[in-house]
């Protein structure tokens, strides 16, 4: 039994450290996700505010 419980204990230890490693993975892309996101929101903001201000004058004229 002795060697059964050797053999048990690295396995586990591996698999917490693949879990470790894919959670790392998974907040990494989500924080990526969420950073693109918001960046490219705010490009397209400063894109709409462009051409409202264009389309106004455009009105005005």
């Given at each position: 039994m002795?060697?059964?419980i050797r053999?048990?204990?690295p396995q586990k230890q591996k698999k917490k450290r693949v879990d470790?490693?894919?959670c790392l993975l998974v907040?990494?892309?989500i924080f990526f996700g969420i950073l693109t996101f918001l960046l490219l929101?705010?490009?397209d903001n400063n894109k709409l505010n462009?051409?409202?201000d264009e389309?106004?004058?455009f009105?005005?004229?």
């Open positions: 002795s060697r059964q053999r048990q204990i470790r490693n894919a907040f990494i892309l929101t705010a490009r462009s051409t409202l389309t106004f004058d009105v005005k004229n």
